[in-house]
Every structure is written in C-alpha cells, then in structure tokens.
C-alpha cells in the first residue's frame, strides 16, 4: 500500500496548482491523514470528492493513523498549504510509513519555499531551509548573524519564514543586523494575485523601508 504526499494550493483553486494526474490520484483516494480538518474537506470538496464518505483524521489525533495502510487501503496526507512534512507536519506519519515498509509517494504540487528559491536569483546550487527564527529580539539577532556568516562562508542561502504577524519585526532586524551588501529576498503571496517577489541588497532594502505586512512570506539571505 502507499502513502501520498499531497501538497496543497498556496491560494487560488486546486485545479490552478496541481496537475491532472495529482488530481486524478487524490480522487482515487477516500483516507486522508491531514493538518487541518476544516481546510481538508474545504480542498477535497474543490476538487469534487464527495467529502461526507471519505475518513478524514488530523494528524495531532491520538489515533493509530497508520491504519488504512495496514488494512490495505491507499492513504492520502494532506498538508494545510503547500507540501506537508516541509515546512509543515508529517514528517513523523512519512518515517513510520518507512518504518512498517509502505511505500511513499510524493505527489506534485507548489511548495513556497522552493518557489521562493526559483524566482529569488540567489544562489539555487547551495541552500539551506533553517524554519522559523527566534521569536526573542537577542536571539534572533545573533542568529541572523550565525546565518548570515554560514552564507558568506558556503556561499549558501539561507532560506526562513515567520509568522505573518511578525513579519516586519523579522524584516527590521535582518536590516540592521546583515551587512550592506548582503543580498535578502522578500517573497509574499506566492501564486496570489497580490504576489511579490523582491532581491535587493540590504542598503537598497534600508533606502526604501517597506513594509512585508502580515502576509504568508519567505525570506532568503545571500551574504
């Protein structure tokens, strides 16, 4: 039996991000391990499943969500938006998945983080997802300059989200902590109408002193 990864739209209707065959495979499916019921049956329904026969559990119930698999049915986890177990739960149902010798497949589908990367213009060769900074003001200072040093070093990007409240607080302290020439990349609404995706040096961010506002936002940073 298999277990599919399904990503999800980032925004805008399921048949905009995902392809048909992707569609057709989660059509197919009628158990779903997922991060948020309420979304789940939202994006099922979307697609045209017939929500209301379909076993929808979430994935933080104490329940054996393994199940279906060892019962000999085909299962389905389904992430809030984008691709589950980046960035989002699932990881640990993929590895006991692997664990018990059922086999995993990844369904196409958006991933902000990678989306972020391809229209950034840094460096796609070298890169690293560190997840969500420090919420204190002392610690993610210094761990922007961890970064920000690992990056010159490696010659990597460092990729980062926050969330959507604490955007700007994010965004102000990545420019008064990272050098001049560091290059940071802002992208905001990815796949949405209001996108934007913006690489400026750090003293260009400082000359025009935007805001991020409280939109689902990836941050990437190339010393």
Request: net charge neutral; charged share 25%; aromatic share 6%.
């Given at each position: 039996?298999?277990?599919?990864?399904?990503?999800?739209?980032?925004?805008?209707?399921?048949?905009?991000?995902?392809?048909?065959?992707?569609?057709?495979?989660?059509?197919?499916?009628?158990?779903?391990?997922?991060?948020?019921?309420?979304?789940?049956?939202?994006?099922?329904g979307a697609i045209g499943?017939?929500?209301?026969?379909?076993?929808?559990?979430?994935?933080?119930?104490?329940?054996?969500?393994?199940?279906?698999?060892?019962?000999?049915?085909?299962?389905?986890?389904?992430?809030?938006?984008?691709?589950?177990?980046?960035?989002?739960?699932?990881?640990?149902?993929?590895?006991?998945a692997h664990r018990e010798?059922?086999?995993?497949?990844?369904?196409?589908?958006?991933?902000?983080?990678?989306?972020?990367?391809?229209?950034?213009?840094?460096?796609?060769?070298?890169?690293?997802?560190?997840?969500?900074?420090?919420?204190?003001?002392?610690?993610?200072?210094?761990?922007?300059?961890?970064?920000?040093?690992?990056?010159?070093?490696?010659?990597?990007?460092?990729?980062?989200?926050?969330?959507?409240?604490?955007?700007?607080?994010?965004f102000s302290a990545l420019?008064?902590?990272?050098?001049?020439?560091?290059?940071?990349?802002?992208?905001?609404?990815?796949?949405?109408?209001?996108?934007?995706?913006?690489?400026?040096?750090?003293?260009?961010?400082?000359?025009?002193?935007?805001?991020?506002?409280?939109?689902?936002?990836?941050?990437?940073?190339?010393?």
């Open positions: 039996m298999i277990l599919y990864a399904i990503p999800t739209p980032l925004g805008g209707a399921p048949q905009d991000a995902l392809p048909a065959p992707a569609l057709a495979t989660i059509r197919s499916l009628r158990d779903f391990v997922v991060e948020n019921a309420k979304s789940a049956r939202a994006f099922l499943m017939p929500v209301r026969e379909l076993s929808i559990v979430a994935i933080d119930e104490k329940r054996d969500l393994l199940l279906p698999l060892r019962e000999g049915r085909p299962l389905g986890l389904l992430s809030e938006a984008g691709c589950p177990a980046i960035a989002d739960p699932g990881a640990e149902l993929v590895e006991a010798g059922f086999r995993v497949v990844p369904l196409v589908g958006p991933s902000s983080i990678t989306l972020a990367l391809m229209a950034s213009g840094l460096e796609g060769q070298r890169f690293a997802f560190c997840g969500y900074l420090p919420k204190d003001a002392a610690e993610r200072s210094q761990r922007i300059k961890q970064l920000e040093q690992r990056s010159r070093r490696e010659r990597e990007t460092e990729i980062f989200i926050e969330t959507p409240y604490r955007n700007d607080a994010l420019l008064e902590g990272c050098a001049p020439a560091t290059r940071l990349c802002v992208a905001a609404d990815l796949t949405l109408a209001t996108e934007s995706i913006r690489t400026q040096t750090v003293a260009e961010w400082r000359q025009a002193r935007s805001a991020v506002g409280k939109r689902p936002a990836v941050f990437l940073l190339l010393a």
